[in-house]
């Protein structure tokens, strides 16, 4: 059956329901989206004219928000608690009903059952029938009630499940033998997974696929508004937690110098929080009012606190500019307690890397908050700036469609497209190596465009650019230095010799092992080594000794998920 564009939200309201707060703020931000949802549907749907889109059964069962898992969100909402991950599923649930597709929503390990058709009663380890959907959107939470409920089908139907994993899980934690043999077991990692199947909030590794979220947009009397009213020296610090402002007194005095500074911090009637007097407190704000005073201020300023959340994005679009800090050491599961046991090691090299690395000036600056003369420098530079209010694409609701909708028609987990190339035996070569052996630059990465035509692969191979790495330098750093992004889809077609011949490896030898930086080489030994584990390949894999083969391709500007022949 066809999908069609849907643009009046009243049905998904209702099925979402109420009762509980996480479920009040997800319907109140259904609604207050519901014009900007409506007009992004109608673009598309123009410039998707003539593709046939499929509709799918698609369950979403949000784990968190289960009693089952403790539902330790719902009673935080109106407490300052961490609201972006309802914020993402609103905006998930929208998407999927406004694409037309048919829908199902699980809020209870109850209704989890009912919808699997899991039998009452059964043991814990139940064979349930044919599947009756072709998608199933969960978290970690849900994942864990899914193989809990379905025992021996798990395995059989995990191929259409797609995990919400706000901070992202790279290939080397999912692969569970890989993970226990390394040292890469976490409490959440190894579902063996392709890694495609889990969704992050921002596009922190292409390993996994981009999810999002979408940010407010503003009409042209809103925009005009915004240049009319704002207040040049207004500053909202981001934090609603007082926790997140301890130790700030000496930033806030140095700020203050040059502005009058808000806050939205959560507290009781009887116990004001500890901010600083000369700090305006307006309380946790709801969404609509935020917004409000987001559009009169100036400078939204993070104190390093909370990692990569919502909030940024809603300030650079209302017009602020986002002044945050740098993290030098980068923070990462390997030296940080909030990302210890994380499934990633992925480095976080400020607050918010998404706005310092695809935003950037004038709307974001990033700088070196124990250096108390850089932090004022860049206040009295804020002050002199002229911005505009800014979303990139990817992040409106138009943006959001668009990508969910390609991965919604053309990722498919459960047949390989490709078959896996048949891996060569460990052999090396007798006698002289082929000459003249060429030396690979260290600094400059070799690009070699390959010309396979293959079958069904999506993204095209069309798209596919091979790099070489530097050692000591994982894919997603030397695609993105090529100006590119890594595509782990295109691991299966360069694990062979062609790929190691077109950027002139020289091989001497060629061995197939388990190691998540493979396919690589070791150029001075003249050592090749191809990937036998297809779930191992991984765009962040990195190592000393290693120069790493990459698959990248090409991305639209300010849609990066996707490549220019992807739609
Ligand atoms: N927010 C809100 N009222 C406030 C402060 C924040 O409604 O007073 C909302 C904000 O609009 C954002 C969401 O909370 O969409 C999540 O904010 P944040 O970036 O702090 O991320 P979190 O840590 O909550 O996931």
Known sequence: ?????????????????????????????????????????????ERLRGQYREQKRILVHVGFL?????????????????LGEMVQWADILTTLHVLGHNLKISLSVKELQGSLGVPPGRGSCPLIGPLSFDLIYTDYHGLQQMKQHMGLSFRQHRCHIRVIDTFGTEPAYNNEEYATLHGYRTNWGYWNLNSKQYMTMFPHTPDNSFMGFVTEELNQTERFHIQRDKVNNMAVVYGKEASMWKGKEKLLTILHRYMDIHGTVYYEAQRPPEVPAFVRNHGLLPQQELQQ?????????????PYEGPAPLEAIANGCIFLQPKFDPPRSSLNHEFFRGKPTSREVSSQHPYTEQYIG????????????????????????????????????????????NAY????????????????????TWPGNPPSPFLQLPNSTALIWAPNISAPACWPPL???RLVLSPEASSCVKTCQDAGLICEPAFFPFINNMEAFNGLNAQCESLEAEKNHVFPAVQVDRRECFQQKEPLLFSCAGVSAKHQRVCPCRDYLHGQVALCRDCL
Not at 366 to 379: G, H, I, K, P
Not at 410 to 422: A, N, S, Y
């Open 293 to 305: 005073l987001l559009r009169k201020a100036k400078l939204f300023l993070g104190f390093g606190f």
């Open 462 to 464: 069309s798209a596919l």
């Open 66 to 82: 289960t009693e089952e898992s403790g539902d330790v969100f719902s009673p935080k909402v109106l407490k300052g608690g961490p």
């Open 1 to 45: 059956r066809q999908a069609f564009f849907r643009s009046d939200l009243s049905l998904l309201l209702e099925r979402v329901g109420s009762g509980k707060e996480s479920l009040s703020f997800m319907r109140r931000r259904m609604r207050r989206l519901s014009a900007q949802w409506a007009v992004a549907a109608r673009r598309l749907e």
């Open 361 to 404: 000036k004038p709307h974001v600056r990033t700088v070196d908050f124990n250096n108390s003369q850089e932090f004022e420098t860049a206040v009295v530079d804020i002050l002199k700036d002229k911005v505009e209010p800014f979303i990139p694409y990817e992040y409106t609701c138009e943006g959001m469609l668009e990508r969910v």
């Open 408 to 427: 919604i028609q053309h990722q498919d987990f459960c047949h390989r497209g490709v078959p896996f190339p048949k891996v060569n035996e460990s052999r």
